[in-house]
């Protein structure tokens, strides 16, 4: 019998993903308060909010495998976590108009029973079309930007301001899934196959 896998994130964006690889798992998500207005870098920042999402759910269930994610947006070294309201989901879309920026996902995996855990993170690049205020506009009507970092999302209607993206297309989404199925393989957490 293998151990449950937990995600510990509230993301509808990293269920589906995970779901849709094919993976049996339960959402657990304690309040934790993400962090990025503290002096680190990106990698480490999406690092040190990954690890306290996991661990406060891995505490909670030692015997369970749990997974926990953080996803930042970073520009000119400027790092943008999640907008706080609609003025600041405008300023983040005309920042990044017309430019490329960093997305990095890190992602802790852990099993506190056998005290084991892996950790590891994915950057991707991500090159915005000239984005004017009726584009912005249009894009904020179609989408809730206070859930997502850098205030937009790139499956949906992301094809309308994204030009392109260089590196891991599920890693802006919200979960380098590349990444993430070998490392949770190593915990003995396995797709579901199909009996069919």
């Not at 959402?27 to 308060?33: C, K, L, Q, R, S």
């Amino acid at each position: 019998m293998s151990a449950t896998l937990l995600l510990a994130s509230n993301s509808p964006r990293r269920r589906k993903l995970l779901f849709e690889a094919g993976f049996e798992f339960e959402p657990f998500a304690p309040e934790v308060g993400e962090r990025f207005n503290v002096d680190l870098t990106l990698r480490e920042l999406t690092a040190f909010n990954a690890i306290r999402k996991a661990m406060a759910a891995a505490r909670l269930r030692p015997k369970s495998v749990v997974i926990g994610a953080d996803t930042l947006v970073s520009i000119d070294e400027h790092v943008f976590g999640k907008p706080k309201d609609k003025g600041e989901a405008v300023a983040m879309l005309e920042r990044l108009s017309g430019r490329a920026h960093d997305v990095c996902t890190s992602v802790f995996v852990c099993h506190l029973e056998r005290a084991k855990s892996a950790s590891f993170y994915e950057i991707s690049r991500v090159y915005f079309q000239k984005l004017n205020q009726s584009k912005i506009d249009k894009y904020l009507a179609r989408v809730n930007p206070l859930d997502k970092a850098g205030a937009y999302a790139a499956q949906g209607f992301g094809s309308e301001i994204i030009e392109k993206i260089d590196g891991s297309y599920t890693n802006v989404v919200g979960l380098p899934m590349e990444k993430t199925i070998p490392t949770l393989g190593d915990f003995g957490i396995v797709p579901e196959m199909d009996e069919t």
